[in-house]
């Protein structure tokens, strides 16, 4: 038997590149308006509430109303993302890993601009004139559901039933319902954690296992999207979640991810892969969103 055999043996390579596991597509595009944005800054200007005064006598002067001009202020933040594939690299993959490349760079950007309107949730936001009075959360009539809110007692939990109706209802003290659509957009664990707390209400129950089990996305109102790009503190492990109206949240994009293919001479004519995206996103109306906090060890 020759002892020299193996050096016959045929070593095999594939021709596709596996894509690694990742959020492709943006969960929360749909979730909000849009503008196009082609300066640093826009101004985007917002009508308050105003109401009716009662005509008491006949021939009554007219009464003026100061009817609320208000605006945001948005700029834009810019991004980039870029590599190089030399031409060796090809022969020695036996694989052009080009389109694989701008797969992986377009899922990287539509993930950012989930975190910019994630981000804008509880942002600190920019008003008047010109958009010089910085305005925090709870001052722009943004709400928060506690982590140990319950109707019954107080006790830390995670996504619960409660916590749902309580969002709701202070969207809907708001008028935040009023000719929107309501989302709330939570992590993998609020769906486990609504899964768990219903099993006693079957009609809850079979409601919220449909929607774990991608049957339907509406639960209470609202529609429900699930990411894993929320923020969870280190230390208490409570992660925040959001109620909130379409109306209430807007992303702005100059450039919305420009992909460019080119060959470079000057690195030996390896191709360059790169990716760029020109866009922010602002909280509108503090009225319409509700941060509900959640504790994933519950």
């Known amino acids: 038997m020759s002892q020299q055999i193996d050096t016959a043996l045929v070593q095999k390579y594939t021709n596709a590149i596996e894509i690694g596991l990742q959020q492709k597509e943006s969960k929360l ?44 202020r ?18 020695q993959m036996n694989a052009d890993p080009t389109s694989s490349y701008i797969q992986t760079f377009v ?8 975190q910019l309107i994630i981000d804008a949730f509880d942002a600190t936001v920019y008003t008047d004139k010109t958009g010089s009075t910085a305005v925090a959360y709870a001052a722009d009539g943004g709400s928060t559901v506690a982590v140990n809110y319950a109707e019954s007692g107080s006790a830390d939990s995670n996504l619960t039933l409660p916590k749902l109706r309580e969002a709701r209802r202070i969207l809907m003290t708001n008028e935040a319902n009023e000719g929107d659509e309501l989302f709330v957009v939570m992590g993998p664990s609020q769906e486990m954690a609504l899964l768990r707390n219903t099993e006693t209400t079957s009609s809850d129950y079979n409601t919220v296992k449909a929607l774990v089990n991608g049957e339907i996305n509406q639960f209470m109102g609202f529609t429900f999207i699930t990411t ?26 100059a450039s919305d991810l420009k992909v460019s293919v080119d060959v470079l001479p000057t690195k030996n004519h390896a191709t360059q892969v790169a990716m760029y995206l020109s866009a922010n996103a602002v909280r509108m109306w503090g009225e319409k969103v509700v941060k509900i906090l959640c504790d994933e060890d519950l």
Do not use: W
Request: glycine share 6%; with cysteine.
């Open 228 to 253: 894993n790009q929320l923020d969870v503190a280190s230390a208490t492990n409570i992660r925040d979640c959001y109620a909130f109206g379409r109306m209430g949240m807007k992303c702005v994009t």
């Open 107 to 114: 899922a990287a950007g539509n993930r950012q601009k989930d």
């Open 74 to 91: 948005v700029g834009l933040q810019h991004f980039a993302l870029a590599d190089l594939i030399d031409d060796k690299d090809k022969l």
């Open 29 to 72: 595009a749909r979730a909000v308006m849009h503008e196009t944005q082609n300066a640093e800054y826009a101004y985007y200007d917002r009508l308050g509430t105003v109401a009716m005064s009662p005509l008491t006598t006949r021939h009554a002067d007219t009464s003026y109303t100061d009817t609320p001009h208000t605006r945001r």
